[in-house]
């Protein structure tokens, strides 16, 4: 309990019995007790806010990161995201074919 030894915890209580007398000791400790138990609460309500403000600020960090990996993963192998549907080899749609010919037939009249 907060790193305090029996043999100072005597201590603690001879000194209390001197300054507030042997009929307000038990009084004492116990509001004692409360203000720590106090302080314990607040300390832990005070870390669950920050816990909680922290969360609502990394979150969508996180959500962004994320989002930008996908991204760069979409880019760095554009063939494999859904939606592409490459031609077997060889086979050209027409319009292709005829832009790639290097000699297109030309019409005659």
Known sequence: MFGIQTSELIVIALIAILLFGPERVPEFFHRAGQ???????????????????????????????????SIGDKISNPLDSPGVDPAPEGELDPQAEAESDPHPPTEET
């Open 35 to 69: 203000f720590m138990s106090k302080v314990q609460r607040s300390a832990d309500d005070l870390w669950t806010s920050l816990q909680t403000e922290m969360n609502q600020v990394t979150k969508p960090l996180e959500d962004m990161g994320k989002d930008i990996k």
